[in-house]
């Protein structure tokens, strides 16, 4: 099976919430979908590790996106 890792930065983590909230909704899974918040003067590969991922609350309306 065929994989492709896409990364997209944003200037805000509004807009970068408001395009995976798009992706979920256009039927890419969820688990595929990651935020992550890269603090300046870090690298992106430094960014990407699991303690600066970003997680929304839970929430009636997440549960109704992602289910």
Do not use: Y
Not at 15 to 25: G, N, S, Y
């Amino acid at each position: 099976m065929f994989s492709e890792t896409i990364m997209v930065t944003f200037d805000t983590a509004r807009h970068a919430q408001t395009a995976a909230d798009e992706l979920i909704v256009n039927d890419v899974p969820s688990r595929d979908v990651r935020l992550f918040a890269q603090k300046e003067g870090e690298s992106p590969e430094e960014a990407c590790a699991a303690e600066n991922e970003m997680h929304r609350p839970p929430s009636l309306w997440t549960w109704l996106i992602l289910d």
